[in-house]
């Protein structure tokens, strides 16, 4: 009996590493700060862009949702549109962690908002890179 | 004062735990019973000093002592009194204090219960357990000093987290804590067996309604958990595949795995070295999901260095799982199986499989909670994989478990004939095969909805022909049908203890299926006397009232609900203004049903009340997940009801 379990097991074993390779590469979405964006951005590809959101560039249209703003970290800005109320927690020079693709026409199409205060980032205009570094990490995955 | 005195009792105690440690351990080696007793003094005072620390921060949130920092941090002259006494663990010095309070408490429990029953193994379950409570006082003095000064006194705290202000923050930690720390003690165990050589079943069975405990409070508090997002986040969901969840959610799978597998070893004398490798897995997993969420390695693999949490339970777990292989080294000779699996198509064979999806299930969970750290490591570039990932692998996962379950239980052990299937499974699988051809006909889209609740259906109409059959056995005795099932019931209480727990987990599986497959929301904007509809309900926005609450100011939307041609209903979710905080908190506001939610969120307003936006949500089934709790309570209490077949 002991060849049919050993048979068994290699083939649950290659099932679970299939799921998990496929389900890596559908659902990986990929950290970047606006400069890195900006610097090689691909239309389509999944992306979780964290910085700043840059003062007074938040616009709220209540009659049809639209809420668009620009993120920043200092060195490059990329502007976001998102459909629906903007999170608790979020505003201009905040961080946020938005969720989404680049469309290609020049704009980030936001699906989801993540918004996290944070007592540890430094003032908007830090513009090195280890700050832009700092801010990120304090704001990666928050509790939506 | 209380900054000096709590510091002092955790010191002391400290070196109590140590010599406890150290003397169970001797005595056990030498023969002398003198030093065990002595180690159980140890173990008492330890066990009163931890106590005393408790009771001290709680006096200290009591009186708003914000002489004493981690007071000042969690909580302001604001906060109401209850929430003063959930602050005590509100954040991470304080829930380290509830963590080694309760295994105080459990080390207590094992004292009086086991100190004549396991003579042989008891002072190194002492050991272990003192040990493991070492550790937390270290931590508590050291890493993350509880009782730490704040220098100068502030005139006020700076207020709890508005968030933790629900009654979900007195029971979650309580009862997830109850789960981690449980695990210790078949841990202790395991170790002990090891270090004795007496690895049989002794301790499987002695531990068993520890094991079973442990589960409970850890499945409870991964329930409560979820309430707590649905009914306070504000985002619908009620589990997120959040790092901080899945740390719970792993060992609970390796737990689950084990509850099962201990059967095998008690039936079967298979499985000894599996048994014991996967309750130290399960008790490494508590402490690494501690790790995990708080030492900020989650946000980056650089993070956790700056804390020294991190480093103190990396070090931990490391010495731990290192000295449980070293031990499973030098007793590998004994650790052999001496029974032998015979056929594929066996109870062993269905135990065995479910443990194999159960880890691996557990496995997948850490690889997509760790999968950033490792890609920032290995490339350099940070790649989440989010709740897609893990509902795509573990779908496949739980589904082949929801068929294990009808199978397990019921199929032969050692060789199952074509005649004991077609017995137990003709029957269940004809129905559950005409519940999914309903389900399609009756136009449900989702392949996934209708396996998981044919599924459902299978498991359940197997129970329901276990049940039906050992009634009628007893009826031809000449029971009533009632009384027999009742009999039944408490005489295999194990038995039927465990078929209630599947009930209720086929009925969370019914409430997270219906919930992922038919719920429905929207976000709109609507002016003063405005109305919307979704699900069959149509919500009106009323207006605008504002608000001064003890620790907050508050603005509350009021909604008129109708469905269908009932009277109306005001929903009003709020937004509430903490002064600490830098923007409001979402109040959320909700009508539970049986098989609806209606699930109100105030997003943005206008100050004068003429508009509103809200966002929407019809929740369905997710009443299921909760009430399948119950069942998990009443079930697990059966299960570890005290045995009454070997007296009959």
Redesign the interface.
């Known amino acids: 009996?002991?060849p049919?379990?050993l048979v068994?097991?290699v083939v649950?074993l290659i099932a679970?590493g299939y799921?998990?390779w496929?389900?890596?590469t559908?659902?990986?979405?990929?950290?970047v700060t606006p400069t890195e964006l900006t610097a090689a951005p691909v239309a389509g590809k999944a992306y979780?862009l964290g910085g700043l959101v840059a003062p007074g560039s938040l616009k709220?249209e209540?009659?049809t949702?639209d809420l668009t703003f620009t993120m920043s970290d200092g060195r490059a800005t990329v502007p976001v549109r998102h459909?629906?109320?903007?999170p608790?927690?979020?505003?201009e020079g905040?961080g946020a962690v938005v969720?989404g693709q680049w469309t290609g026409d020049g704009y980030f199409k936001a699906s989801l908002i993540m918004a996290k205060?944070s007592e540890e980032y430094k003032a908007p205009h830090d513009t090195k890179e280890s700050q832009s570094k700092v801010l990120i990490?304090?704001l990666?995955?928050p509790?939506? | 004062m209380i900054p000096e005195l709590g510091t002092g009792a955790l010191l002391v105690a400290l070196v109590l735990c140590l010599y406890g440690a150290v003397m169970a351990a001797l005595g056990a080696r030498r023969g002398r019973t003198a030093y065990v007793e002595s180690a159980q003094h140890a173990a008492l005072a330890v066990f009163v000093l931890v106590t005393t620390c408790i009771l001290l921060l709680i006096y200290a949130f009591l009186t708003f002592d914000f002489s004493v920092r981690y007071v000042a941090n969690n909580t302001n002259l604001g906060t109401p009194f209850y929430y003063r006494i959930t602050a005590v663990w509100g954040a991470l010095e304080g829930s380290i204090v509830l963590w080694s309070w309760m295994l105080t408490v459990y080390t207590l429990v094992v004292v009086l219960r086991h100190r004549t029953s396991a003579r042989e193994l008891y002072p190194y379950v002492l050991t272990v357990m003192l040990s493991v409570i070492s550790f937390f006082l270290l931590v508590m003095t050291v890493a993350a000093p509880v009782f730490a000064r704040s220098l100068p006194i502030p005139a006020d705290g700076r207020g709890l987290n508005p968030l933790l202000e629900d009654s979900g923050m007195i029971t979650h930690p309580v009862a997830l804590y109850l789960g981690f720390t449980g695990f210790t003690v078949p841990f202790a165990f395991a170790i002990a067996a090891l270090i004795t050589g007496r690895v049989g079943d002794f301790w499987i069975t002695t531990t068993r309604r520890w094991t079973i405990l442990a589960w409970y409070f850890l499945a409870l508090g991964l329930l409560i958990g979820g309430w707590w997002?649905y009914h306070v986040?504000?985002?619908g969901?009620y589990w997120?595949w959040?790092?901080?969840e899945n740390a719970a959610f792993m060992p609970w799978l390796t737990g689950t795995a084990f509850l099962h597998s201990v059967m095998i070893q008690e039936r079967r004398r298979m499985l000894r070295l599996w048994n014991i490798a996967l309750v130290i897995l399960t008790f490494s997993l508590t402490l690494f999901g501690t790790f995990l969420t708080r030492s900020g390695v989650?946000?980056?693999v650089h993070?956790f260095t700056q804390g020294a949490i991190g480093i103190f339970f990396l070090s931990f777990l490391a010495l731990v799982v290192l000295t449980s292989l070293a031990l499973i080294a030098w007793r590998w000779d004994v650790l052999g199986a001496q029974g032998t699996?015979?056929?594929?198509v066996s109870r062993e064979?269905a135990f065995l499989?479910n443990n194999?999806?159960l880890v691996?299930a557990a496995?997948?969970v850490f690889?997509?909670t760790v999968?950033?750290l490792i890609s920032e490591a290995v490339r350099g570039?940070?790649?989440?994989?989010?709740a897609?990932?893990?509902n795509?692998?573990n779908v496949?996962l739980f589904l082949s478990l929801m068929f294990l379950m009808g199978v397990g239980p019921l199929i032969a052990w050692r060789r199952a004939s074509l005649e004991n299937l077609k017995r137990n499974f003709l029957w269940p699988i004809v129905i559950g095969a005409v519940a999914a051809l309903v389900l399609r006909l009756l136009g449900v889209r989702s392949t996934v909805a209708v396996v998981a609740l044919a599924l459902t259906i299978f498991v359940t109409a197997t129970i329901a022909v276990d049940l039906l059959r050992a009634t009628r056995a007893r009826r031809l005795m000449g029971e009533r049908a009632l009384p027999a099932l009742g009999g039944l019931l408490l005489r295999h209480n194990r038995r039927y203890g465990g078929f209630i727990v599947h009930l209720a987990v086929l009925v969370m599986a019914v409430g997270v299926t219906g919930s992922q497959a038919w719920s429905v929301h929207t976000?709109?904007?609507l002016q003063k006397g405005e109305q919307t509809e979704l699900g069959g309900y149509t919500v009106r926005f009323d207006g605008l009232r504002e608000s001064q609450e003890s620790n907050h100011g508050k603005v509350t939307g009021s909604f008129t609900v109708v469905a269908g041609r009932g009277a109306g209903d005001v929903l009003e979710p709020a937004?509430k203004f903490y002064p600490q905080?830098?923007?409001?908190?979402?109040y959320v506001d909700y009508r539970l049903g049986f098989v609806d939610d209606l699930y109100l969120v105030l997003?943005?307003f206008?100050r004068d009340g003429s508009?509103a936006?809200v966002?929407m949500q019809v929740n369905r089934m997710v009443s299921w997940i909760w009430i399948g709790g119950l069942i998990l309570t009443l079930g697990t209490l059966l299960a570890v009801l005290p045995e009454q077949r070997k007296t009959a």
Do not use: C, N
Not at chain 1, 26 to 31: K, L, R
Not at chain 1, 83 to 86: E, Q, S, T, V
Not at chain 2, 341 to 344: A, E, K, P, Q, R
Not at chain 2, 381 to 386: E, L, N, P, Q, Y
């Open positions: 009996m002991k049919k379990f068994g097991g649950i679970l799921m998990i496929a389900g890596v559908q659902s990986a979405v990929y950290f979780r709220w209540p009659r949702l459909k629906g109320a903007a608790d927690l979020f505003g905040r969720e205060h990490k304090t990666e995955e509790k939506r | 997002s986040l504000g985002w969901g997120a959040d790092p901080v989650i946000a980056s993070a699996l015979d056929s594929v064979s499989l194999v999806l691996a496995f997948t690889f997509g999968f950033p570039v940070k790649v989440s994989v989010g897609p990932f893990f795509q692998v496949p976000e709109t904007t937004k905080e830098q923007s409001p908190i979402a997003g943005d206008a508009h936006t966002k």
